[in-house]
Structure formats: structure tokens, C-alpha cells
């Protein structure tokens, strides 16, 4: 049965066709003759703040060199791009906390997505204010359109959810629920998504107000690739067939089905024999919730990177109907634009799909493009750049003091770099913390889906207990990871081992490493630390650098944000 999407784009053939073009980003941007603006007059009205998040978008330097996206290009020709941005947390709901708080998990305490998995929360907005209510205490309208994902908003059940996220900080939301990501979500509702930002855009032209307005928008796609079914028979050897949402063919319908001829990367045939033992672990698991898939099948890993490929070209038809519709308007002249992403994909580097308990570039380095106005544009920063740095960064571009209005950011604003009055990043090194306990489970799961499985065919229901029944306490699954720009280290330990470790026999005792030097191995394919002791100097060099960012940004990191008892989550 073929499969077709109920709205495609127009033209979307014909952008594609440059799909294959590309000298690469850095040799197209070119400083512009914008002068250094002077700090924000109060007397005369803010710019507005339109946020544009992808999800499952990784940077533009880590995709095949001959994918070519136009809209996007042409965007960061007239923006500041940070190459080296990065989230602060894996994946999903986690980092989208950072995005949006300025805060670490640890005070978010979203280590999970809301509603999935026992233990599970919501953001608390009376204890890690939003974006949006920072700018609405400076006087900023405010909305939020898309992908939410940070609290149970459906568990309300109101038929209309325009004014569920006031309490958020966002004055205006969606009618329809909160949509997660499902099958074929990007290629059908991402359009709806750009109409509903459209209409609230063009009722604040209506008004003519004095007061600026901040918008997030969040597009699906290209999050559409978590569901492709890439040899045709993930569906039907799933555990549990249809949890969360369906294994699926491509849509058969351009660029969907068009195979674009990119390769598999160079890091393809890691065998992970050297690294963490949470890569392997997710691996196990993620073929009983997304059926069999040979990790070494290297047809079934290119249509999965082809597909990444068409997910972006469909997303990059979206963007730019949006470009288009500011500059029609006259709004990209009167707003901050911000392009970015929650978290990468794999797409086949290190034989890994998805994205999961890893800290490699494709993982985690993710587009950041600012656009200002009266800011550079067309400048490459290889400074250092987190999520954490996002919100207050996103104050300082408006002129405001990050600290004056939370006192608690741990983050560092770059406006300075964005308006030309620095070449520097303020930021040293970045903090990645992974607390999921959804991954890297493979043995309890395959417990539980099978039992659920049963029950679904008229078996009788069995109980199953949080944490005991869902995580693997004897597995190293939790991370901490830094990255200084040239080295990037990572620790990871089992969930019930919460610990900073200062000393040799309990960094190697209690902790499996990663070390990479990614000047000299920038496919992140020799781990240093696989062999610690051939690197001992620089693995106790990089972890009390580690030490210090966990003890400067999070404070003290004993598992205190994990659900329950904290007993259960630090070792005696």
C-alpha cells in the first residue's frame, strides 16, 4: 500500500535539486558592514524574539558534505552561527528543559520525558521559571507553538489548550494536545504548526502595539526518521508492536522515497568493543522496541541516513516559508531570530541509530544561528557555546542583565560576540549530563514488553515496581561528559552510584571513560581511555576539569533530582 502525505509543499522538488551542490558552510560566510550597536534604549521598543526549534537536527558540519539546505543557508549568511553549540542534556524532554530554563536537569529535574516511564515529572514553573515568563516580567507578549514535551499537558484532557502553558509563562498556546513526535508527524503537521505561528504574527501586525512579542516555534522534523522501518521487518519484530508509535515504511512521495546516494559515515563499522558499556546496552534495547535491525546492515543504515536526508529537505521547505513570510512583512527587519535544535541523530555513525547514552558530535552538537538585526552577520563562531548559555544570552541580546533576573544562571551570555564587541566565548568548557533511565535497560525491558505484550493478547496483568522493575542498577548508564574544544571526556556509572569521583581507584573503579581527541580523531573513534593507564595524566587532568564544571554549574550532584528516596541513587 503506498503511503502518501496529506500536504506537500510546493517545490519542494526544486529545492532539492541543489540538494547535492554545497561548498561548505564556512567557506560561504562572509562578515558583514553592520556597525556595533550600542547597549538597548530604553525609550525606544524591544526587538521581538522568534525562536525557531527542530527536533532531532544535528549540525550542519556533521551531515553528509553534499546536502545542501537552502533555506537554512541562506539564513545563516545573514546570522552569527556557532559551530560548536551543544546541548546539556540527553535527550528529548531533558534537553529541551535546558533550552527553555537556563537551567541544568539537576534543577529541572526533567531526567525524562514527562508521562513516560514510572518516576517521570513535569517542569515546576514556580521553581525553574521558562523563558517565557523572564521575558513576560520585561514586558514581552508571549506564545509557544508545536512540540511542548515538558509537562503532561494532555493529562488535562480540555478540549481547548490555547491558555494551558499561562502557567509556563507563555500567554498563548495551541487548541489541539501536545504532539510528541509520532509517525509521519513532521511530514504532516509541521505545516500546521508554521499557520497556527503565522496567525499569532500576523494578529500582532493587526495591533500595532508597543509591546514586542516573543515566539518559540517547534517543528517536528526531522524527528520523522526515529519511525522508518529500515529493513522492513523492524515493525514486526518488535517486542511490543505500536508502543509509543508505529515502525513504518518511508512515505511514498518525494523526498521521501528518493534514495540521494549518501554514504554511510566513516565511523560506521565501530564495533563499540572499546567504549562505554551504555552504547552496546542501548543497542540491545533499542531491538526489542524498535524491532531487529542489524547493526552492520549497511543498506538498511544508508536508506536510514537518506531518510534523515529527505526529513531535513521537507523541514528546510517549511523554514523557508517562514523566512519568506518575515521578510514579506517587514518583521526580520524588528526581530531576533533563533534557529537551533534539541539534540542530534545518529543516522548510522558508530553503527548507532536514534540518539540515546552517547556524547558523540552527531549526538550532541546541534545547530545554534542567531540572526540580530543590528548584529553581525554572516560570521562562523568556533567559540564554545551550551544550551545552558541560550537564555541568557537570548536577555543579554535585548539588554538586559541575565543575573538581575535569575540569580541562580549558571550559563554565560554571548551577545557580546553577536553585536561584534568580542571575538571571544566566554565559556571555557561545556557540561553534558545524561540522567535518563529509559535507556540502557535491555534486560528488564525485554521483561516487561514481553509481559505486556501477553496482556495485550489476554494474559493476566503482571505488576511491575519503579525503580526495581525498570532500571538496570548494575549497568553504567548515567554520564557526566565535558568537552574543552579539543578533548572531549565523558564518566559514566551505574544510576544507584550518584558520585564525584577525586581519585584514581574510584574513577577507574567505579566509572567507565571515554577520552577523545577530536583535533587528531575527529570521527571519535579512539577512545584514550580505553586503556586508562596509558593515559592516566590526561584522564585525571580532564576529569578534575569535569569536577569543577559539575561543582561550578549543577553544585552538588548526589542524585538529589532522581525521583523517590535520594538513598537510591547515591551509594553508601
Known amino acids: 500500500m503506498k503511503i502518501t502525505r496529506r500536504d506537500i509543499s510546493k517545490g519542494l522538488a526544486a529545492a532539492a535539486s541543489t540538494a547535492l551542490m554545497s561548498p561548505s558552510l564556512a567557506n560561504s560566510l562572509k562578515p558583514s558592514n ?25 549540525a550542519r558540519l556533521t551531515l553528509p558534505e553534499n546536502l545542501t539546505l537552502p533555506a537554512r543557508r541562506r539564513f545563516d549568511d545573514n546570522a552569527v552561527v556557532f559551530e560548536q553549540y551543544h546541548i546539556a542534556s540527553l535527550s528529548c524532554a531533558p534537553s529541551r528543559s535546558v533550552i527553555y530554563t537556563g537551567q541544568h536537569v539537576q534543577k529541572t529535574r526533567l ?58 509563562g507563555f500567554d498563548e498556546w495551541q487548541k489541539g494536545k501536545d504532539t510528541g513526535g509520532l509517525v509521519y508527524q513532521g511530514a504532516n503537521e509541521d505545516s500546521d504548526i508554521l499557520a497556527d505561528a503565522q496567525d499569532y504574527m500576523n494578529r500582532q501586525l493587526q495591533h500595532d502595539g508597543t509591546d514586542p512579542w516573543l515566539l518559540a516555534i517547534n517543528f517536528h522534523n526531522p524527528h520523522d526518521v526515529m519511525w522508518l522501518d529500515a529493513n522492513g521487518r523492524q515493525a514486526a519484530t518488535r517486542l511490543r508492536p505500536g508502543l509509543v508509535s508505529d515502525m513504518a515504511p518511508a512515505i511514498d512521495q518525494y523526498p521521501y522515497n528518493h534514495d540521494f546516494g549518501f554514504g554511510l559515515p566513516t565511523s560506521f563499522g565501530d564495533d563499540l568493543s572499546t567504549k562505554p558499556e551504555a552504547q552496546q546496552l542501548f543497542l540491545d534495547q533499542a531491538q526489542y522496541f524498535y524491532g531487529q535491525l542489524d ?5 538498511a543504515h544508508r536508506r536510514v541516513l537518506n531518510y534523515y536526508a529527505a526529513c531535513l529537505l521537507d523541514s528546510d521547505k517549511t523554514i523557508d516559508s517562514l523566512l519568506r513570510y518575515l521578510e ?92 561584534g564587541r568580542s571575538n571571544n566565548s566566554p565559556r571555557q568548557a561545556l557540561l553534558v549530563n545524561f540522567s535518563n533511565t529509559t535507556q540502557g535497560n535491555p534486560r528488564l525491558d525485554k521483561i516487561r514488553m514481553s509481559a505486556k505484550r501477553a496482556e495485550d493478547q489476554g494474559a493476566p496483568a503482571r505488576q511491575f515496581h519503579f525503580p526495581e522493575n525498570f532500571i538496570q542498577f548494575d549497568s553504567r548508564t548515567l554520564g557526566r561528559g565535558i568537552f574543552d574544544g579539543r578533548y572531549k571526556f565523558s564518566r559514566w556509572f551505574t544510576p544507584g552510584d550518584h558520585h564525584l569521583p577525586e581519585t584514581w581507584s574510584v574513577l577507574v573503579g567505579r ?31 580532564m576529569n578534575a576539569k ?15 533530582h532522581m525521583p523517590g528516596d535520594p538513598a537510591t541513587w547515591t551509594a553508601t
Open 511 to 541: 566509572n567507565d571513560l571515554e577520552l577523545y581527541d577530536v583535533s587528531n580523531d575527529p570521527d571519535e573513534l579512539n577512545n584514550l581511555a580505553h586503556h586508562p593507564e596509558q593515559n592516566s595524566t590526561m584522564i585525571m587532568a
Open 111 to 168: 531526567f525524562n520525558n514527562p508521562g513516560y516511564g514510572d518516576g517521570a515529572v513535569d517542569l515546576n514553573p514556580s521553581k525553574t521559571p521558562t523563558l517565557g515568563q523572564l521575558f513576560k516580567d520585561i514586558g514581552y507578549k508571549t506564545a509557544y507553538k508545536g512540540k511542548w514535551h515538558l509537562s503532561s499537558v494532555n493529562a488535562l484532557k480540555r478540549k481547548d489548550n490555547s491558555q494551558s502553558l499561562q502557567p509556563f
Open 34 to 58: 553592520h556597525k556595533k550597536p550600542s547597549r538597548h534604549n530604553k525609550n525606544t521598543k524591544r526587538k521581538n524574539v522568534l525562536i525557531i526549534v527542530t527536533d532531532q537536527e544535528r
Open 328 to 419: 514579506e512583512t517587514g518583521l526580520a527587519d524588528d526581530t531576533i531570530v533563533v534557529m537551533t535544535s534539541d539534540h542530534g541523530e545518529m543516522a548510522g555513525s558508530h553503527g548507532i541509530r536514534h540518539k540515546g547514552p552517547f556524547m558523540y558530535k552527531e549526538n550532541i552538537n546541534v545547530p545554534l544561528s542567531i540572526r540580530h538585526p543590528e548584529g553581525l552577520a554572516g560570521i562562523a563562531s568556533k567559540g564554545l557555546f551550551s544550551a545552558l548559555d541560550l537564555t541568557p544570552t537570548l536577555l543579554g541580546l535585548v539588554g538586559e542583565n541575565p543575573l538581575k533576573h535569575n540569580p541562580d544562571f549558571k550559563g554565560y551570555d554571548h551577545s557580546d560576540v553577536i553585536f
Open 546 to 560: 569535569l569536577n569543577q564544571l559539575v561543582t561550578q554549574e549543577v553544585g552538588i550532584d548526589l542524585g538529589a
Open 295 to 299: 547493526p552492520s546492515d549497511e543498506q
